[in-house]
C-alpha cells in the first residue's frame, strides 16, 4: 500500500523532497526527451533543495534548469546566467542522460563561444566590429579545437558547421579575414587581397562552399590590375578600384597600345570596352551629371521665359475676346 | 675584407647623417663621398664583381660558410677559365628540373655528368649553369626594376638607410607578395603523407597533389625564378636590419622546402623510392634544424620545431621501410618491432607538438593531419609486422613473401576504403593471430549450447556438415528509455546493447538486445570473460571499421526511435560470438546456412571463412 502511496505521490508530485524533483525532472523531463518540462522542474528542484539547504544539488539543478531552458528556447539571454550558473560546478549530467557526468570546463568554453557568435548576430552593418568579433571566436575556439562539440546537436548555429569545433574555428577565421579585407579595400586593396585569400584558405578548410565561392570570386577581381585609359595609371581591384566601360575600340586601338608597349589589357574587344579608374570613371560621371544639370537649368529658364510669353500671350488673346 | 667594406659602407652612412644635420658643407660631403665609394669600388673590383652566392644561408663575403664541394667548384671554375682568373665565379648549381641544390663531390669531375640526389635528373654542370645564367638576367632585370622604380637610378652608391627603406618598401612586399600567391595553390601540402606504402598510395586522401609531382617533373619555372630571387646575395645586401634579414630567411625557406616537398609528394608513389625520398627528407630536415636558430617568435618557431619533429620521425620510418621493404632480408621481427614502436612514439611526440603549437590553426591543422597519416602508415607497417612475428613463430618465412600474402587476405576480405580500413583489418588479424597463438585474450562468448537447437530448427531440411566459427561484432552500449506503469507512467533509464555484423562492410546487420533479452547476460558476460580463441576454431577478422560500425548503430537508433527510446549510444569493441555454418539437405539440393545465438548473421561469409582458413594454414 504504502509502495503504491509512494509511486502516486511521485507520479503526482505531492511533498516532494528538492532531491526527488531533481530525480523527477531527469524521468519525467529529460528521459521522455521532454526538456521544456525538464527544465521547469530542474527550477523547482533548485528553489526546493536551496530552501533545504543543498547547495550544491541546488546549484546543478539550477545550472541544468538554465541548460534545458537554452536548449529548447534558444535564448541566448540565457548564455550569461548559464555560464555563471556553471562556474560553481565542477561536473554536470552528460545532456539527455541522466547518470553519465561531463566536467563544466569544456562547456562553459563552449558557450562563451556562443555569447560572442550572438552578439555577431546582433550586428549587421559594422564592418570593424564584425571582423573583431570573430577574430576573438576564432581564438576562443582555437583554444578548443580538439574538444568535441555540446550543445550545437540542440541549438544550430545557423550558419552551418555545427559537427567540429576546428570547422567553427575556421569559418570564424574567414569570416574574420573577410572583414579584414573589407576595412583595408579602399586603402590598399593588395593587401586586402592577401586578407582575402586566407579568408578563402580558412573556408576551404571548412568547406563552407558559399564563403569560399564569394571570397575566390572577390579575389580574382581585387588581384586583377589594369592601366587607367584616361589617367594611365596602374590600378589594382576590378569593381573595386577600376570598372571596364563601354567604348568604341577596334583593332587599331589595341595595336596601338602594342606598339606604345602599353598595357594592352586596358582594352577588351570583344566587349567593346576600356578599363577606367574609380576617380576616373566616377569624375566623369559626375561631370556629366553636372553638365546634365547646367542644362536642365538652361532649359528651365528657357521653357519658364517661353512660358511666361505664352501666358502674356493667352491675356491678350483673352482681354481681345472680352474687349469684343 | 669584408669588415673594410663594412667600414667604409658605414662611414658613408655617417657622412650621410653629418651632411643632413649641418656638420659638414656639400663640397666637403661630395669630395669624401667620392673618395670613399672609389675605395669602395676597388675592393669590390679585386674580390670578383660577380660574386654571387645562390643559396640561401651562405654570404658572399663569408667563404668560410661554403661547402668543400663550393670550393671545388670555384678552384674548377677558375682553372677551366684561364682568361677570367682574376674573376671568381661562385655558384652553387642546382638541379635544372627540380631545383635543388646540386651535390658535388669533393674531387669529382666536373665535366662528368652529375645525378642530383633528391630527383635522379642527370644533367651536366654547363646544362645547370645555363640555367643559372638565365635566371640571373631575370633576377637582375627584376632588380633594376623595382630600384629604379623606388625613386633609385641603380644599385650603386644607394646607402645604407636608402637600403633598407627600398627592401622593405619594394623588395620585400613584392616578392613577399608573389611568393604567397605562389604557394597559395600548395597550401595543403603538409596534409599529404611524406611516407607512403604501395597498398596506401592510391587511398584518395594519401594521393600525391598533382600540382606538386608536376613542380618535380620541371614545371616549375616560377619557382626557379622565385628561388633565385629569394637567395640572391644582391638582395641579401638590401636586408640590412636584423629583422629584414629574418623576414627574407623565411621566404628562403618556404621556397626551397616546396622543391623538397614537390620531389617527395613525386616520388612517393613511385615503387622502390624510398632512398629518394629520405634524401630529400633530410634535407627538410637539416633547412629547418638550421631555421630554428634563427627564428625569434615563439609560435613560429613552436611551428618550425614542429615541422622538424615530423621530419625525424619520417627519416626513422624510411629507414625501416628500406630495411624491410627494399632489402627485406634477415628481418628480425622483434627487432622491427622494437624500431617500430619506437618510430610511432617519435611521431607521437611529433603530433603532441602540433597538438600544442601556438601558430595559426591554418598551417598547424594541416600539418596534423599529415602527421596523422605518417603514424596510420607506421602503424599499417606495425600491424603487419605483429601478424609476421606470430605467423613465423610456428613457421618460418621470409618478411617479403609473409607481407604480400597477408596483403592479399586482406584484400580478399574486403575492399579496402582507406588506410585507416587497411590498419583496422591488418589490427583485427593480429588480434585473432595472438588470440589463437595463446598470448592477447579477447571478449569472446563461448557459449554452444544454442546450437543444437538452431541445427534443428529446421526440421523439413536434413542437416549436413556443421563448420563452427567466432564471428565479430562491433557491440555498442544502449542507454534506453523503459515507460512502465500501468496508471501512473513512468519513465526509467535502461542499458542494453546494440550490435553491428563486423564480417561486412557494405550495409551491416545491426541487432539490438534489451536488458530483457535472453541473451543479453551471455553479452554482459562475454564482455568481462576475456578469453583465449581454439585453434580448431576459425575466427574471421573484423572487417567493419570502428567509423562505419558506429555510423551503422546511430542509424539504426535514430531509425528505431520509436520503438526503443534510445538516449545515447556508446562503442564498446569487438565481442566475438560463436557461430556456425550449418550444410543443408532437402530435396532442392544444398544450402549453407550461418547461424549464432543472435537473430541475424551476415550469410555470405563462404569466402571468408575459406581465406581465412588458407591463410592460418
Not at chain 1, 595609371?233 to 578600384?241: F, T
Not at chain 2, 574486403?414 to 589490427?427: F, K
Request: charged share 25%.
Amino acid at each position: 500500500m504504502s509502495k503504491l502511496f509512494e509511486n502516486v505521490r511521485f507520479a503526482m508530485g505531492f511533498g516532494l523532497s528538492g532531491g526527488e524533483i531533481y530525480s523527477r525532472a531527469f524521468e519525467k523531463g529529460v528521459l521522455m526527451k521532454d526538456f521544456i518540462k525538464a527544465a521547469d522542474l530542474f527550477d523547482e528542484a533548485a528553489k526546493r533543495t536551496s530552501a533545504e539547504g543543498s547547495a550544491e544539488l541546488a546549484a546543478r539543478a539550477a545550472a541544468n534548469s538554465l541548460l534545458y531552458s537554452y536548449l529548447t528556447k534558444k535564448n541566448v539571454h540565457l548564455l550569461e546566467p548559464l555560464v555563471k550558473a556553471l562556474g560553481g560546478l565542477y561536473e554536470i549530467e552528460r545532456i539527455g542522460l541522466q547518470h553519465e557526468m561531463m566536467r563544466v570546463g569544456p562547456l562553459c568554453a563552449e558557450l562563451e563561444c556562443r555569447r560572442i557568435e550572438a552578439l555577431i548576430a546582433q550586428i549587421h552593418d559594422d564592418v570593424v566590429r564584425l571582423r573583431d568579433l570573430h577574430r576573438m571566436a576564432a581564438g576562443k575556439f582555437q583554444a578548443m579545437l580538439q574538444q568535441p562539440l555540446i550543445t550545437y546537436e540542440y541549438v544550430k548555429s545557423g550558419v552551418g558547421h555545427d559537427e567540429r569545433a576546428d570547422a567553427r574555428c575556421f569559418y570564424h577565421q574567414g569570416m574574420y579575414q573577410f572583414y579584414e579585407a573589407m576595412t583595408k579595400k579602399d586603402r590598399d586593396p593588395s593587401t586586402a587581397a592577401d586578407d582575402l585569400a586566407l579568408a578563402q584558405q580558412a573556408f576551404r578548410r571548412c568547406n563552407d562552399q558559399h564563403w569560399m565561392h564569394k571570397a575566390t570570386q572577390l579575389l580574382d577581381n581585387w588581384r586583377i590590375a589594369r592601366t587607367c585609359w584616361l589617367c594611365h595609371r596602374e590600378v589594382q581591384g576590378y569593381e573595386l578600384h577600376f570598372s571596364m566601360c563601354r567604348a568604341t575600340v577596334t583593332p587599331y586601338t589595341k595595336h596601338l597600345l602594342a606598339t606604345l608597349n602599353q598595357d594592352a589589357s586596358a582594352v577588351q574587344l570583344e566587349s567593346m570596352k576600356v578599363a577606367v579608374c574609380t576617380p576616373c570613371g566616377s569624375m566623369m560621371s559626375f561631370k556629366a551629371v553636372e553638365e546634365a544639370e547646367k542644362v536642365r537649368k538652361e532649359l528651365t529658364a528657357k521653357l519658364d521665359v517661353a512660358f511666361s510669353r505664352i501666358q502674356a500671350l493667352e491675356d491678350r488673346v483673352n482681354r481681345i475676346y472680352l474687349n469684343q | 675584407m669584408a669588415m673594410d667594406k663594412q667600414d667604409i659602407r658605414t662611414l658613408l652612412d655617417s657622412l650621410d647623417v653629418q651632411v643632413s644635420m649641418g656638420r659638414i658643407d656639400q663640397p666637403t660631403y661630395d669630395a669624401l663621398k667620392q673618395k670613399w665609394v672609389q675605395q669602395l669600388q676597388e675592393i669590390e673590383v679585386s674580390e670578383g664583381s660577380n660574386v654571387a652566392l645562390e643559396r640561401a644561408g651562405i654570404a658572399a663575403t663569408d667563404t668560410e660558410g661554403l661547402t668543400s664541394t663550393t670550393h671545388e667548384l670555384l678552384a674548377h671554375s677558375s682553372l677551366s677559365q684561364p682568361e677570367e682568373s682574376a674573376h671568381y665565379t661562385i655558384e652553387v648549381l642546382a638541379c635544372p628540373r627540380c631545383n635543388a641544390p646540386a651535390e658535388i663531390k669533393t674531387g669529382g669531375d666536373l665535366s662528368q655528368p652529375l645525378k642530383c640526389p633528391f630527383c635522379e635528373t642527370v644533367y651536366t654542370v654547363r646544362q645547370s649553369q645555363d640555367n643559372e645564367q638565365q635566371l640571373k638576367k631575370d633576377l637582375k632585370a627584376w632588380l633594376d626594376q623595382m630600384i629604379v622604380s623606388s625613386g633609385y637610378s641603380n644599385n650603386n652608391g644607394v646607402d645604407i638607410n636608402a637600403r633598407r627603406f627600398i627592401f622593405r618598401e619594394s623588395l620585400y612586399p613584392a616578392l613577399k607578395k608573389e611568393i604567397d600567391r605562389r604557394l597559395e595553390s600548395f597550401e595543403n601540402m603538409l596534409e599529404a603523407p611524406l611516407v607512403q606504402m604501395k597498398e596506401t598510395r592510391d587511398f584518395r586522401d594519401y594521393r600525391p597533389d598533382q600540382r606538386l609531382t608536376m613542380l618535380a617533373k620541371g614545371d616549375n619555372q616560377w619557382l626557379k625564378t622565385l628561388s633565385t630571387r629569394v637567395s640572391a646575395q644582391q638582395l641579401q645586401d638590401f636586408a640590412v636590419a636584423q629583422e629584414d634579414k629574418q623576414r627574407l630567411r623565411q621566404l628562403q625557406v618556404r621556397v626551397l622546402s616546396l622543391t623538397y616537398y614537390a620531389n617527395i609528394a613525386r616520388h612517393a608513389s613511385s615503387p622502390g623510392a624510398y632512398q629518394l625520398v629520405r634524401k630529400n627528407i633530410v634535407a627538410l630536415q637539416k633547412e629547418y634544424q638550421a631555421y630554428l636558430q634563427e627564428v625569434a617568435d615563439e609560435h613560429y618557431r613552436s611551428y618550425i620545431h614542429v615541422l622538424d619533429a615530423r621530419t625525424t620521425a619520417d627519416i626513422l620510418l624510411l629507414d625501416l621501410f628500406i630495411a624491410a621493404l627494399e632489402e627485406g632480408q634477415h628481418i628480425v621481427p622483434q627487432a622491427l618491432l622494437f624500431q617500430v614502436g619506437n618510430v610511432i612514439a617519435q611521431l607521437e611526440k611529433a603530433q603532441s607538438l602540433a597538438l600544442a603549437c601556438t601558430y595559426n590553426p591554418l598551417y598547424t591543422v594541416p600539418l596534423q593531419q599529415g602527421i596523422q597519416k605518417d603514424m596510420t602508415t607506421a602503424r599499417i607497417f606495425q600491424a603487419v609486422v605483429v601478424d609476421y612475428e606470430v605467423a613465423t613463430r610456428t613457421r618460418a618465412e621470409e618478411f617479403r613473401p609473409f607481407y604480400e600474402r597477408l596483403m592479399r587476405y586482406a584484400h580478399h576480405l574486403a575492399n579496402i576504403e582507406s588506410a585507416d580500413h587497411l590498419l583496422w583489418l591488418l589490427t583485427s588479424i593480429g588480434r585473432v593471430l595472438l588470440a589463437r597463438a595463446a598470448e592477447a585474450p579477447l571478449p569472446v562468448v563461448k557459449d554452444w549450447t544454442w546450437l543444437d537447437a538452431a541445427v534443428e530448427g529446421q526440421r523439413r531440411k536434413a542437416p549436413g556438415q556443421v563448420v563452427l566459427h567466432y564471428h565479430p561484432y562491433w557491440i555498442a552500449q544502449m542507454n534506453y528509455t523503459e515507460v512502465g506503469g500501468v496508471v501512473v507512467k513512468r519513465a526509467s533509464a535502461r542499458v542494453g546493447f546494440l550490435l553491428a555484423d563486423a564480417s561486412s562492410i557494405g550495409a551491416p546487420i545491426i541487432v539490438a538486445v534489451t536488458a530483457h533479452d535472453a541473451v543479453f547476460p551471455r553479452m554482459e558476460a562475454g564482455l568481462q570473460n576475456f578469453q583465449l580463441l581454439d585453434q580448431q576454431v576459425v575466427s574471421l577478422p573484423a572487417v567493419l571499421p570502428y567509423e562505419k560500425a558506429e555510423q551503422a548503430i546511430r542509424a539504426y537508433a535514430y531509425a528505431h526511435e520509436a520503438e526503443l527510446k534510445v538516449l545515447a549510444t556508446r562503442m564498446l569493441g569487438i565481442l566475438y560470438l560463436p557461430a556456425a555454418s550449418i550444410r543443408y539437405v532437402d530435396k532442392n539440393g544444398k544450402r549453407d546456412i550461418v547461424v549464432s545465438c543472435l537473430k541475424n548473421i551476415n550469410q555470405d561469409l563462404a569466402q571468408a571463412l575459406k581465406q581465412t582458413q588458407e591463410f592460418l594454414q
